[in-house]
């Protein structure tokens, strides 16, 4: 059976940068496009960031473009990674990892919706302090 695990959350100073790892285990992870969502106290889930099987493409919501980059890494750890800089007190959230069975031949494809995606992780706390 598939499992998605999340790791490299924590707290970090407003400014600061962490990294989030996600690994898949039981399941093929090289063809699974990955995706990143984030769930504030008292907030919907929301997308934060995804990436097709093939790492050619990504997708980020409005509010962390140009401060977070998903990378993944097909070869070796088999692993998606969400690098997060300049964290704001916004950024707080329990960050989930997500994969997607079903996609293109060719890699290109992202998803951006929660219902688009079929395994989670648990999530991983992300507190950013002032």
């Known amino acids: 059976q598939m499992q998605v695990e999340e790791s490299g959350g924590g707290l970090v100073q407003a400014g600061g940068s962490l990294r989030l790892s996600c690994a898949v285990s039981?399941?093929?992870?090289?063809?699974?496009?990955m995706g990143w969502f984030r769930q504030a106290p008292g907030k919907e889930r929301e997308f934060v960031a995804a990436?097709?099987?093939?790492?050619?493409?990504?997708?980020y919501a409005d509010s962390v473009k140009g401060r977070f980059t998903v990378s993944r890494d097909n070869a070796n750890n088999a692993a998606v990674h969400l690098q997060m800089n300049s964290l704001k007190l916004e950024d707080t959230a329990v960050y989930s990892c997500a994969a997607r069975l079903l996609t293109d031949y060719a890699g290109t494809y992202y998803y951006l919706q929660e219902k688009e995606y079929d395994y989670w992780g648990r999530g991983t706390q992300v507190t950013v302090s002032s």
């Open positions: 039981g399941g093929t992870f090289r063809r699974y496009p």
């Open positions: 990436i097709s099987w093939s790492g050619d493409s990504t997708a």
